[in-house]
């Protein structure tokens, strides 16, 4: 079902009221009962469809219509089906990683849900990020076609190139690799850094910090700010991500806060993520107390904020998830990353790096 983006934003800003309830947040005035357009939107479009159940579940003030409450209670039972089949992905991968002396990290998945909700089976995932040392991604891709997963491959494969090596050169130009798990059909995907275009140090830093938890915790501050990245770099196109910073905001204490934002200043993205925060108040209101308010200060007065701050509420409120609308300039260099990473790609890395991924995925 498609949306108008005028609609498309209505239905947004109702979404998020519905949801309060099912991530913590003081209720407010829902009305109408979720019609079966709203939860399809919530569900299709925004992957929230187990988490405006749950809000159901929570609140007794919030009901659907029969056809909304079908198709609501069809996408709870649907996600915990998906998330049995990831857990047993993700408990079959650690081990084998484990047992092969590679040290990684588990970027997302189950873990983060554990961490954001009581049940987490609310919240929607399709695949396993796993962050591997690049010295290790040798090894790494032996074992996963050694133990019978199954190798996606990114490029069109139109050149003879031993299998191999095709992995190695994917894993390098593109950041991760896709395996299936042959059991359960859970995509898992293998990265050696953590975005396709970023700073020089960021992934290296990322991991002298989280140690390559196997589950990292909300408490390091690099892993919030990951997440922030995560959400920014895609110019936060889904509702399902803001509901994930909103949650993270609330809980994360003052001292890492601040050291959150100390750590992005140094990579140029500190903007990105006071807009990321702001914008999330926009949507969920209550997310940010007065420590918030008082630390993003500065940062609400910069018209550089309030730019990207709108730039990531038009994405999020657009019909359909495509592909954000960029200045003509980012669009041409390394994208997002352009905005988010103000001043620390460097012209002809970018600019080369899209060539050969360009010219490696057509071979």
Not at 94 to 113: C, E, M, N, Q
Not at 247 to 269: Q, W
């Amino acid at each position: 079902m498609l949306f108008m983006d005028s609609d498309s934003k209505a239905l947004l800003l109702s979404l998020s009221r519905y949801l309060r309830p099912a991530i913590s947040l003081p209720p407010r005035g829902v009305g109408e009962p979720i019609s079966e357009t709203l939860a399809t939107f919530a569900d299709n479009r925004h992957r929230v469809g187990p988490l405006l159940h749950m809000a159901m579940q929570n609140c007794a003030d919030i009901t659907a219509t029969g056809p909304a409450a079908t198709l609501l209670e069809l996408a709870c039972q649907k996600n915990l089906i998906a998330s049995l089949k990831q857990k047993a992905a993700e408990q079959r991968i650690s081990k084998l990683l484990k047992d092969h002396s590679i040290p990684f990290t588990v970027l997302k998945g189950r873990g983060l849900a554990q961490q954001l909700h009581d049940n987490s089976a609310v919240r929607r995932s399709k695949d396993i990020d796993i962050l591997i040392s690049p010295d290790r991604s040798r090894q790494a891709i032996a074992m996963m076609n050694q133990q019978g997963y199954i190798y996606k491959s990114a490029t069109l494969k139109r050149t003879e190139i031993p299998q191999s090596i095709r992995q190695k050169m994917e894993l390098k130009r593109f950041k991760d690799i896709t395996f299936i798990d042959p059991a359960v059909s859970v995509p898992i995907e293998l990265h050696q850094r953590l975005f396709k275009f970023e700073p020089r140090d960021l992934t290296g830093d990322f991991n002298n910090s989280v140690q390559f938890d196997a589950q990292p915790s909300l408490s390091n501050s690099f892993y919030c700010l990951y997440l922030v990245l995560h959400g920014s770099l895609a110019m936060w196109p889904r509702l399902k991500w803001v509901v994930d910073l909103s949650i993270v905001a609330r809980y994360m204490p003052a001292d890492n806060r601040l050291e959150m934002l100390s750590i992005a200043a140094t990579y140029g993205c500190d903007t990105a993520v006071a807009a990321s925060l702001l914008m999330t108040e926009q949507v969920f209101p209550d997310s940010l107390d007065d420590g918030w308010q008082q630390i993003l200060k500065p940062y609400m007065k910069a018209r550089n904020t309030a730019e990207l701050k709108d730039l990531f509420f038009e994405t999020l409120t657009a019909d359909t998830n495509g592909r954000p609308n960029l200045p003509w300039k980012s669009s041409l260099l390394s994208g997002s990353a352009d905005i988010i990473f103000s001043g620390k790609i460097g012209l002809m890395d970018s600019t080369r790096a899209r060539v050969l991924n360009s010219v490696f995925a057509r071979i």
